[in-house]
């Protein structure tokens, strides 16, 4: 199996390429930094120049006529904070990332590959509506929204905006760091979620996250989003 991943070089994207690595699979990757896993095909690629997407894309995937599984799992926090208090170009640096980047990336792959399923990493953050994620929970509802519209106009790929829930990455790092919670009562919750199996780490997901990614297709209508947490 070809699988293609964004944001190989550490956290969800990394333990996933390890994961696929080891059962056999190929491995294409990109990410700002190079990824340690010297089998995985890698590509130098920063999300936020969107006009050099393309041509990464192109270096990468030049051999494969096919990806079996791309998992778009690249993406930024931006700062928690009122709405209010975020200003337009923070806001667009989450945008793009999170979400026009992934546009780029979907419309190479349905446009230049036969691509069997695509999955968005999405977020809780994209329907709670909780105060303080901004841009981030704005990002995410729209990915959820364009994985959805995509679904209707390439019929051949299974799409999914998948949630992962609560993992223990760098993002993880900011989140706990954070003293002065204030407003932002979500955050009293993550924080006490490090260190428990309520927040594993990306090594311990990314053994599951293969069968569940199988079961996204077998179960589930292609476009829909899907919480790891309200999976049967």
Known sequence: MKVFITGVSSGIGLA???????????????????????????????????????????????????????ILNAGILGGIQDLNDANVSQLKEVMDINLWANKVIIDYLCSNKTTAQIITLSSGAAVNGNRGWSGYSLSKAALNMMTSLYSKEFLETHFCAFAPGLVDTAMQDKLCSIEEIGNFSSLSRIQSARGTEGMPSPEHLAKKLPKLFEELKSRYTSGRFIDIRKMA
Do not use: M
Request: proline letters at 5%; a negative charge; charged letters at 20%.
């Open 16 to 70: 996933l390429a390890e994961e696929y690595i080891a059962k056999g699979h190929e491995v294409f990757g990109i990410s700002r930094r190079p990824c340690p896993v010297k089998s995985v095909t890698w590509q130098s690629c920063d999300l936020a120049k969107l006009d050099s997407i393309e041509s990464s894309l192109t270096s990468l995937l030049a051999a494969p006529n096919n990806i079996d599984l791309a």
